[in-house]
């Protein structure tokens, strides 16, 4: 959803208990075409690798949910118009292939 272009391993860090935390964001929130008509990820994505086979439904819920006014709330002024567009249209390329594997495979199968 955020477009980070350098996800590297040294931008990954896990806490004692095992959490997962992403670092080093400053090269996220693209808004070229490249990157709002693709998602870096997935079925269609610029890399192929790592593709989800499952999701939690209730994220699926809450992403569906995610509009403008959600993302500016989060994020107030540090995202741009324009950030937060781009932002929606890899929601909308994320849900199609939400869509697709549910349609496929069946919405217990993916959910």
Request: no cysteine; hydrophobic share 40%; net charge positive.
């Amino acid at each position: 959803m955020i477009a980070n272009i350098d996800r590297i391993q040294q931008n990954i860090r896990y806490t004692k208990d095992w959490r997962l935390v992403l670092i080093g964001h400053s090269r996220s929130f693209r808004i070229k075409r490249v990157y709002t008509d693709q998602l870096l990820y997935g079925k269609y994505g610029l890399s192929k690798a790592m593709r989800f086979l499952k999701l939690p439904r209730l994220f699926v819920k809450k992403l569906r949910s995610l509009d403008d006014k959600r993302i500016k709330k989060a994020v107030g002024s540090y995202l741009s118009f324009y950030e937060r567009k781009a932002i929606l249209k890899r929601k909308k390329l994320l849900l199609k292939e939400i869509d697709e594997m549910i349609k496929g495979k069946g919405e217990e199968q993916v959910l």
